[in-house]
């Protein structure tokens, strides 16, 4: 299962080589590349957060093996959306990239998410986790409840009109903090999360 779910998350990037290899990145290819970038890097952050309620509700704990791999997705295609921002837009000019970082609000914002992201990917080894401790690396881990509200204000920040989508993230979103804030709250109490499977 790991290996198709490894394979099927590159389908987005083949079919971006693929759509530029054909020409049929639109008018503004640059755009199109880095506004496709960043959808995959925000869709994988939050299918990295549904992993967790996916497995108490359904029981499915093999599921929870994939946990890694998609939050590795999201700082891949988070690297990329940057990279092509900086490469393709910027032209590796790290000064505007400085300014932009400092003017910007929502590029603030994004570069916030990134940079948070770093220590998470740095950390995602068995080995990383072994030499923090379970107790470490899992408050550091709780970065991501910063990074994905961060990353759709991010996003919300950019949209200049028409914010069905932008809303449709952050619902989601609430959804998935909201579960884990009420699993935590019944799990104290010593009752089951809600929702949650017998199996
Ligand atoms: C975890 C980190 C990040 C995530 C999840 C993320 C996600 C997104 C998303 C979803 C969009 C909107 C795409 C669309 O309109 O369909 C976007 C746009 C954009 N992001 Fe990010 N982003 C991140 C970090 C960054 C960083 C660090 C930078 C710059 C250094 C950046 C620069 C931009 C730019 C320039 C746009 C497009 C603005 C435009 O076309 O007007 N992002 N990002």
């Given at each position: 299962m790991k290996r198709a779910v490894f394979a099927l998350c590159l389908l987005p990037l083949a079919w971006l080589v693929g759509r530029?290899?054909?020409g049929e990145l639109g008018v503004?290819?640059?755009?199109t590349v880095n506004r496709f970038l960043g959808d995959w890097a925000l869709r994988f952050l939050l299918?990295?957060?549904?992993?967790?309620p996916l497995r108490k509700v359904s029981g499915w704990s093999a599921v929870a093996r994939l946990r890694r791999m998609l939050g590795l997705y999201a700082f891949f295609y988070a690297g990329l959306h940057v990279g092509s921002y900086l490469g393709l837009d910027l032209f590796f000019d790290w000064h505007i990239l400085w300014k932009d970082v400092?003017?910007?609000r929502y590029i603030t914002l994004g570069m916030i998410a990134f940079v948070l992201l770093v220590p998470l990917a740095a950390t995602s080894t068995n080995a990383m986790i072994k030499r923090l401790g379970g107790r470490r690396w899992r408050n550091l881990h709780r970065l991501v409840y910063l990074i994905a509200?961060?990353?759709v204000i991010h996003y919300w920040m950019m949209i200049k009109a028409d914010f069905r989508l932008p809303m449709l993230h952050a619902a989601v979103l609430a959804v998935?903090?909201?579960?884990r804030l009420a699993a935590w709250a019944m799990e104290r109490r010593g009752q089951r999360a809600p929702l949650a499977s017998r199996r």
């Open positions: 530029a290899v054909f503004n290819p640059v755009e299918i990295a957060l549904a992993v967790t400092l003017k910007r509200p961060v990353a998935l903090l909201g579960y």
